[in-house]
């Protein structure tokens, strides 16, 4: 079910690109192209921007449960580790 959603969402994604006549001028245009365009020039820009951009300072996400063997080396036993994370606004 989850491969025919994307392949559907992928497809109508390309389908609202289009414009909804085949005779278009500059008032009837689609502009979801532009705006489109735009937000990904303007998100590579952010991303590989020098000092501040994501690239110098995203990780990405951090696991938190371990599913390994336990202590003894049992393959019987299994122990999992969670990390509680807890933090406090003032």
Known sequence: MAVISVTWMTFMGVVFLFPATPE???????????VLGGV?????????????????????????????????GD???ETVTVEVVRTTEE
Do not use: E, Q, R
């Not at 278009?24 to 532009?34: E, K, L, R, S």
């Not at 590579?44 to 990780?59: A, D, E, I, R, S």
């Open 75 to 77: 393959k019987g036993k």
């Open 40 to 72: 990904l020039i303007l998100s590579l820009v952010y991303y590989y921007f020098p000092k501040y951009g994501g690239k110098n300072w995203f990780t990405g996400p951090v696991a938190t449960i371990d599913g390994g063997l336990g202590v003894d």
């Open 24 to 34: 278009v001028g500059v008032g009837d245009m689609n502009y979801a192209v532009v």
